[in-house]
């Protein structure tokens, strides 16, 4: 299956970081379009690509919103299955903007479980069922620590995601523990699925990634054109 990964996370982009190419820059095609970079096999872009990471993101709503319109009208994208978009938390002008420029098959919300953090996924739901974007489902990061013995702790509280998506009537795709390996694949660049496939995390980022595209099969619908106003 050939896959994208779009990072719209104009304020914070990881994923340089994450996939190990930080430093690189795409490359401009003839016609004046963003080439993607490739890594771990996927066609990746990020705002993070083309601006100097020490530099703070100093952004007003307008120039987030012409980021996300570049990053989604002027990158060849080429022949995808599927094309992630990675967005920042709430319900701002990057979301307003994507909904507005783009149908989108469905959303997945990721939370944590405790309370605080519960409301942006409150909102985020909300938000998605207006602009008529099927919630795929809702994962739960971060869910609990397992030590060596098999004791899991539950850090930051249990199940709160779990909780609020059987309240909206939203599927739940999975829990995502706290892992070592995780943090540590993750700051080095090479992700665990890639570089530990047989890992029980990466087992589970599979399962949930499969259970998400059986929703999208189940559960999208052509999508109206949005005006949000």
Known sequence: MKTGLLDLDVYGPSAPTLLGVA???PAMNPDKTLQPLEAHGLQTMSVGYLVDPTQAMIWRGAMATSAVRQMLDEVQWGDLDVLLLDMPPGTGDVQVTLV???????????????????????????????????ILGVIENMAY????????????????????????GAPFLGEI??????????????????????HPASKRFREIAAAALE??????????????I
């Open 100 to 134: 507005q420029r783009a149908p989108l098959a469905g959303a997945i919300i990721v939370s944590t479980p405790q309370e605080m953090a519960l409301a942006d996924v409150r909102r985020g739901i909300a938000m998605f069922e207006k602009t008529h974007a099927p």
């Open 177 to 198: 523990p706290i892992d070592v390996a995780l943090r540590e694949s993750a700051d080095a660049g090479a992700p665990l699925v890639a570089s530990q496939p047989d």
């Open 23 to 25: 430093g690189r820059k």
């Open 145 to 168: 620590f397992e030590d060596a013995s098999g004791k899991r702790t539950h850090i930051f509280g249990e199940g709160g995601a779990k909780r609020v998506a059987g309240e909206t």
């Open 215 to 228: 929703n999208v099969a189940r559960l999208s619908k052509p999508a109206p054109r949005i005006r949000v």
